[in-house]
């Protein structure tokens, strides 16, 4: 008995097969940039709300924190909101791994809900009941620029990461 390979019968096309960090889960490049940006967007409404200690030492008026506060909580408020969105509708999509999709979109999605909650805020901040609205506005900057700075400090040790792989080759 003789065993020979033998070409296909119809033709194949060469499939390509990329992913991000060289084979390995594409989801950790994700995953690094949404903490990141969540936890600078933490950083950031901690940031805006606590006074300063030159600010905590003059005179600042109470409407000014509080338009600080109320510009976190609405940031707050529409990030949790479409979270609880995408998972919901993440998990409608399949009776099986519902949960485990839903968990993906909203991973997925936390930059760009991040995103709509900081354009949201610029639209509302203006309308605020507060006498100083000129701090709303400050405290959504400081919360978006310290979010951007955590999204590019995940992305960064993405890019470690990738260098020590492609380094242990």
């Not at 979270?83 to 949960?99: E, N």
């Not at 605020?128 to 405290?139: E, Q, W």
Request: hydrophobic share 55%; aromatic share 6%.
């Amino acid at each position: 008995m003789r065993v020979a390979r033998l070409p296909p019968e119809r033709s194949t096309r060469l499939a390509v097969v990329g992913s991000v960090c060289c084979s390995s889960c594409c989801c950790c490049c994700c995953c690094l940039h949404a903490l990141g940006g969540l936890v600078g967007a933490a950083m950031g409404s901690a940031w805006a709300v606590v006074p300063s200690a030159t600010e905590a030492n003059a005179a600042t008026p109470s409407g000014a924190r509080d338009g600080a506060a109320l510009t976190v909580a609405v940031h707050w408020t529409v990030v949790f909101a479409l979270s609880v969105a995408a998972f919901v509708i993440g998990s409608l999509v399949d009776v099986h791994d519902g949960i485990w999709i839903g968990l993906a979109s909203v991973v997925l999605g936390l930059p760009a809900f991040q995103l709509a909650a900081f354009v949201l805020g610029l639209v509302l901040a203006p309308l605020f009941p507060v006498p100083n609205k000129g701090s709303a506005l400050k405290a959504l900057g400081k919360i978006a620029l310290v979010s951007f700075l955590g999204s590019l400090l995940g992305a960064g040790l993405l890019a470690v990461g990738l260098v020590l792989y492609l380094g242990a080759k």
